[in-house]
């Protein structure tokens, strides 16, 4: 017999699973713990994932997928570099504001050498970053010398890491303006000039 899939406890564990490691960090966040928190036996968890490590990974690459697909499609969408930077970063300030948890956890596993993206979402990243670079350099908008790496840091990585100093009020604020917004936008936009 067929065993089914209850979604609602699916989510419950990928929810807990996020809240945990942005709160213990991926070390801290044990597969009890998780399971505790999603209201679920382990044994239940372990039907889907074979571990924490495959739990987390699935997660950083669904989270990482939706801001590659952001930009892919926003790529697809103007022919401006500009509007295509203002877009994304609006996109990662709504995000932060509608659900903070899910900035906070690619932001804890960015810096954790334990985790990295799918060497296809490597090339995927690269790819997209090689377009930003060749049609922003085509509308003089970009410096030609500007590498995929430093492309990727100026318009996802530096955002995201703003996002999570005004989370922690590292300098004192905790909440973000539409003109912090702007301003971080802005230097992307001439970080790549």
């Keep these: 017999m067929a065993r089914l899939i209850d979604d609602g406890k699916i989510q419950r564990i990928r929810e807990a699973t996020i809240t945990l490691v942005v709160q213990n960090g991926y070390g801290g966040a044990s597969i009890s713990s998780i399971a505790r928190r999603a209201g679920v036996a382990e044994g239940y968890l372990y039907r889907f994932y074979k571990g924490k490590q495959e739990l987390v990974t699935e997660?950083?690459?669904?989270?990482?997928?939706?801001?590659?697909?952001?930009?892919?499609?926003?790529?697809?969408?103007?022919?401006?570099?500009?509007?295509?930077?203002?877009?994304?970063?609006?996109?990662l300030f709504k995000t932060a504001t509608e659900s903070p948890e899910e900035i906070k956890f690619i932001h804890v596993l960015m810096h954790d050498y334990n985790f990295q993206v799918s060497a296809?979402?490597?090339?995927?990243?690269k790819s997209l970053c090689e377009k930003v670079i060749r049609i922003g350099v085509e509308n003089g908008e970009v410096n030609r010398n500007i590498s995929p790496e430093e492309a990727y840091g100026i318009v996802v990585i530096y955002p995201i890491e703003y996002i999570n100093l005004k989370m922690k009020g590292f300098f004192g604020s905790t909440?973000?303006?539409?003109?912090?917004?702007?301003?971080?936008?802005?230097?992307?936009?001439?970080a790549l000039k």
Excluded: C, G, P
């Excluded at 690459?61 to 499609?73: A, G, M, N």
């Excluded at 296809?120 to 990243?125: P, S, Y």
């Design 59 to 91: 997660l950083l690459y669904t989270k990482v997928s939706q801001i590659i697909e952001k930009l892919e499609f926003l790529l697809n969408s103007f022919t401006r570099i500009k509007e295509v930077i203002n877009e994304l970063i609006n996109e």
């Design 120 to 125: 296809d979402q490597r090339q995927h990243i």
């Design 175 to 190: 909440v973000w303006t539409n003109e912090d917004q702007k301003r971080v936008a802005e230097f992307s936009i001439n």
